[in-house]
T-cell receptor, first 115, second 110 residues
Framework: NAGVMQNPRHLVRRRGQEARLRCSPM?????VYWYRQLPEEGLKFMVY????????ESGMPKERFSAEFPKEGPSILRIQQVVRGDSAAYFC?????????????FGSGTRLTVV | GENVEQHPSTLSVQEGDSAVIKCTYS??????FPWYKQELGKRPQLIID?????GEKKDQRIAVTLNKTAKHFSLHITETQPEDSAVYFC?????????FGTGTSLTVIP
């Protein structure tokens, strides 16, 4: 079991470009969570998805950010028209079920730098 | 929503001493409290957790205590070693998401 896989590990984008971050959950995990970590800060919840459904997107900025978890393939976090303030580490976590009893496993993160 | 506060933000201890990190939470419905260790440039990794029906849990040099009435929980690391140096995050969870503290940067001085 390779764990939660995120790619790319590092991503550099110019202002105005699109950033696509991918997350493949652990085998057997159908629940995916995205978190953003700004420099010197903690992890902030963005969105919780199950296969083909967005369950909770209360932490997602209203504009430019979107997430999906298709029936086949990884979960994608998309940031359109990136700005310098989007520079951060984006972590995905997965779990086999809903609720705290299942715990989380984090991926290694994607470090986005907007220049 | 839930609000988790974590203190201190930085902590330096001599090797062999103990380190204590404290967190408070606001929502009494939270029922799961994990602690994560994040080394520089790496993923957060679960080191210990506690559920709301337990007051204390210990795993070798690491222990966590939970006071549900006061809504606070603490991480205790005894006999600290240089490899314990990292950022530690507490979290409170209910249902679908975890609410993280802002982290404590622990430095163990050899």
């Amino acid at each position: 079991n390779a764990g939660v896989m995120q790619n790319p590990r590092h991503l550099v984008r110019r202002r105005g470009q699109e950033a696509r971050l991918r997350c493949s959950p652990m085998k057997g995990h159908s629940h995916v969570y995205w978190y953003r970590q700004l420099p010197e800060e903690g992890l902030k919840f963005m969105v919780y998805l199950q296969k083909e459904n967005i369950i909770d997107e209360s932490g997602m900025p209203k504009e430019r950010f979107s997430a999906e978890f298709p029936k086949e393939g990884p979960s994608i976090l998309r940031i359109q028209q990136v700005v310098r303030g989007d520079s951060a580490a984006y972590f995905c976590a997965s779990s086999p079920g809903q609720g705290a009893v299942y715990g989380y496993t984090f991926g290694s993160g994607t470090r986005l730098t907007v220049v | 929503g839930e609000n988790v506060e974590q203190h201190p933000s930085t902590l330096s201890v001599q090797e062999g001493d103990s380190a204590v990190i404290k967190c408070t939470y606001s929502d009494s419905a939270s029922n799961y409290f994990p602690w994560y260790k994040q080394e520089l440039g790496k993923r957060p990794q679960l080191i210990i957790d506690i559920r709301s029906n337990v007051g204390e849990k210990k795993d070798q040099r690491i222990a966590v205590t939970l006071n549900k009435t006061a809504k606070h929980f603490s991480l205790h690391i005894t006999e600290t070693q240089p490899e314990d140096s990292a950022v530690y995050f507490c979290a409170a969870s209910m249902d679908n998401q975890f609410y993280f503290g802002t982290g404590t940067s622990l430095t163990v001085i050899p």
